[in-house]
């Protein structure tokens, strides 16, 4: 947490958070035409904010995507302002616009999000493609049809009224590290456009990093970041403690 507080003291890290809210996914060069410093002094400041966590960093061929990460700022938040306020415990801190031109030569993240849980890979792995575990945990849906454990296999999310909510087909896992789904949101509409998504599971001493990405956005569909946020703390809470925030949400 010291490490945040030390990221927001600087105004000149402020503005790279700001302009990443406002247009996720930025190149250096980009963020450096908003600075009056040079490259190397926007990457010195890209680098403190990585290392609290508020940006996360994708290369992707010859560039390097930046992406802000809402989730420290959720938990310094929760901590301190919402006891007092008395609202859920996992509340999305940010649901920002994301209006990003589309590259068809380079294929990157519209949306990442990073965490980090207290618990084995091997739970991790099982909560992400367990439909029971999957189901536990989930803000909204009391059911999960379907399992996550090979290309082509389909899982569907159910809310309690029995109408569905969402729908994935697998296409390509890579076992207790990587899945990668399609993404059909019926809480959108039933013509709503797919995009597609994926979890990445790294092991780093006794916690794990689970980063979540969004690829193929549609616009108007910026929403689903506040999705992920609840999601990503439910899943936490209930690895960690036991119990998911799905009440609280």
Sequence with gaps: MDMIFKALAD???RT???ALRQRDGQTLQELTELLDMTRFGVMKHLAVLEEA???IPHKKGRFKYHYLNALPLQQTIDRWIEPMRAKP????????KQDLERNTTVSKPDFMMQTFIRCTQDALWDALSDPASMAAYHFACDRVDGRASAAGDNVTFILPDGSKMLEQEIIQIDPKSRI???FQPHFFGPDAPGSRMAY?????GDVCKLTIEHYD???GQ???AEGWARLAASLKSWLETGTGLKAAM
């Design 11 to 13: 105004p000149a890290r």
């Design 16 to 18: 790279l958070l700001d």
């Design 53 to 55: 966590g508020l940006v």
């Design 89 to 96: 415990a996992a509340r999305a801190v940010l649901n920002f």
């Design 180 to 182: 990668e789904t399609t």
């Design 200 to 204: 990445t599971i790294e092991p780093q």
């Design 217 to 219: 956005l549609p616009s």
């Design 222 to 224: 910026e929403g689903v």
